[in-house]
């Protein structure tokens, strides 16, 4: 099947008992039992039910994996993963990662004995000096947040194969429209399911995409034990983000690189990171692990007070934290979604006082680059 029809449809089937064609919301805490130990193979809504598994089963196809195991946010998600360690373990993760990924790593897991090494994982050789005996999972993003560097996914998945190491990846940005990254060697997929697969601001989780069948055991294991899961009219919400996923995706796609190229002749910019630029540093590569570059920017204006000027003064872009949604938003990484990684790592990382990040929105392009520009020459 082709990934629309996939999105659409796998995953859920019509209502067995109405026909509906949409998964209903079982908004149920428990569930009868027919006779003691029998059962319809729901027991307790925390463990098993019928609209988050629909939701499963859907994501898992999408990304090509095993299993799928839905969670309350992408960061309860991220946390299962890093619960399939144990003290001892050591850990590679992109440098350029989620202020969020960087607070859980150093002020949660660090506690419970796991060590951290952050590299630019778009280079190999960075890679493979960080392994040490003890390396037990490789944790990426590409394009990383919010400077978009592009991992050697290609070449860091034959190393993790080669030394029987877990190599997972936050495909957050780009969603498995443009990017799945299962089949170049990732164990483990994670999502904020929040961002491109809900789609529309209206939902916060996450979901942990797993290809061998020990991992998918132990997460799911972890899901009924931990109790973050998603809600079933959460789940209801991101099912329906998915049926449009291929059609939205094209049009952030579409509206990024337009708006990318304005940016980037624009002379109150002094530097656009976008992978769909042909002197992004790793274009070439992005244009062959991806089937496109999506509607994640991040641009530098040299300063805080560019970088206010431009937030203070945008009309139809959002200034609010997240992204993936319908509606253009706008923000300034450095005291919001990377707040929590120090100032010196940020700067030495490129995430300045003067860069601002945009997720292009799905409106009319022309409508988004008006606002800009008119931001832009209050600088």
């Given at each position: 099947?082709?990934?629309?029809?996939?999105?659409?449809?796998?995953?859920?089937?019509?209502?067995?008992?109405?026909?509906?064609?949409?998964?209903?919301?079982?908004?149920?805490?428990?569930?009868?039992?027919?006779?003691?130990?029998?059962?319809?193979?729901?027991?307790?809504?925390?463990?098993?039910?019928?609209?988050?598994?629909?939701?499963?089963?859907?994501?898992?196809?999408?990304?090509?994996?095993?299993?799928?195991?839905?969670?309350?946010?992408?960061?309860?998600?991220?946390?299962?993963?890093?619960?399939?360690?144990?003290?001892?373990?050591?850990?590679?993760?992109?440098?350029?990662?989620?202020?969020?990924?960087?607070?859980?790593?150093?002020r949660v897991m660090r506690q419970f004995g796991l060590d951290f090494s952050y590299v630019d994982t778009?280079?190999?050789?960075?890679?493979?000096?960080?392994?040490?005996?003890?390396?037990?999972?490789?944790?990426?993003?590409?394009?990383?947040?919010?400077?978009?560097?592009?991992?050697?996914?290609?070449?860091?998945?034959?190393?993790?194969?080669?030394?029987?190491?877990?190599?997972?990846?936050?495909?957050?940005?780009?969603?498995?429209?443009?990017?799945?990254?299962?089949?170049?060697?990732?164990?483990?997929?994670?999502?904020?399911?929040?961002?491109?697969?809900?789609?529309?601001?209206?939902?916060?989780?996450?979901?942990?995409?797993?290809?061998?069948?020990?991992?998918?055991?132990?997460?799911?294991?972890?899901?009924?034990?931990?109790?973050?899961?998603?809600?079933?009219?959460?789940?209801?919400?991101?099912?329906?983000?998915?049926?449009?996923?291929?059609?939205?995706?094209?049009?952030?796609?579409?509206?990024?690189?337009?708006?990318?190229?304005?940016?980037?002749?624009?002379?109150?910019?002094?530097?656009?990171?976008?992978?769909?630029?042909?002197?992004?540093?790793?274009?070439?590569?992005?244009?062959?692990?991806?089937?496109?570059?999506?509607?994640?920017?991040?641009?530098?204006?040299?300063?805080?007070?560019?970088?206010?000027?431009?937030?203070d003064n945008v009309r139809l872009c959002s200034l609010a934290e997240s992204l993936g949604g319908v509606?253009?938003?706008?923000?300034?990484?450095?005291?919001?979604?990377?707040?929590?990684?120090?100032?010196?790592?940020?700067?030495?990382?490129?995430?300045?006082?003067?860069?601002?990040?945009?997720?292009?929105?799905?409106?009319?392009?022309?409508?988004?680059?008006?606002?800009?520009?008119?931001?832009?020459?209050?600088?």
């Open positions: 099947m082709g990934f629309s029809t996939l999105a659409i449809h796998a995953g859920q089937e019509p209502d067995p008992t109405t026909g509906a064609v949409i998964t209903p919301i079982y908004q149920t805490s428990t569930y009868v039992q027919e006779a003691l130990g029998q059962h319809k193979g729901f027991e307790y809504a925390r463990t098993q039910n019928p609209t988050r598994l629909a939701l499963e089963k859907n994501l898992a196809a999408l990304e090509g994996g095993l299993t799928a195991h839905c969670f309350a946010s992408g960061m309860s998600a991220i946390h299962a993963v890093m619960m399939l360690l144990k003290a001892g373990d050591h850990v590679i993760v992109s440098d350029n990662t989620y202020g969020g990924t960087y607070r859980l790593c150093e778009s280079d190999i050789a960075q890679v493979e000096a960080a392994f040490r005996p003890e390396t037990k999972l490789i944790f990426l993003e590409t394009p990383t947040n919010p400077v978009m560097q592009i991992a050697d996914l290609e070449a860091i998945g034959r190393l993790t194969k080669d030394r029987g190491i877990r190599l997972a990846m936050d495909n957050t940005f780009m969603s498995p429209f443009f990017l799945r990254p299962i089949e170049w060697g990732a164990d483990l997929v994670v999502h904020s399911t929040t961002k491109y697969l809900n789609g529309h601001s209206d939902s916060v989780g996450g979901v942990v995409v797993s290809t061998l069948a020990e991992d998918a055991e132990r997460i799911g294991f972890l899901q009924n034990a931990v109790g973050a899961i998603l809600s079933p009219f959460d789940s209801f919400l991101v099912l329906r983000g998915t049926k449009t996923l291929a059609l939205r995706m094209k049009q952030h796609d579409a509206n990024g690189r337009m708006i990318a190229g304005f940016l980037a002749e624009h002379p109150k910019v002094r530097k656009v990171y976008y992978p769909g630029l042909g002197d992004h540093p790793q274009h070439e590569r992005a244009k062959k692990l991806m089937s496109g570059f999506g509607g994640m920017i991040a641009f530098d204006l040299g300063s805080l007070s560019g970088a206010r000027a431009v937030l509606e253009t938003l706008i923000s300034h990484p450095a005291t919001m979604t990377h707040a929590s990684v120090p100032a010196a790592k940020r700067e030495q990382l490129g995430i300045t006082d003067g860069l601002v990040r945009i997720s292009v929105g799905v409106e009319d392009v022309e409508d988004i680059i008006a606002d800009l520009d008119q931001a832009l020459n209050r600088i």
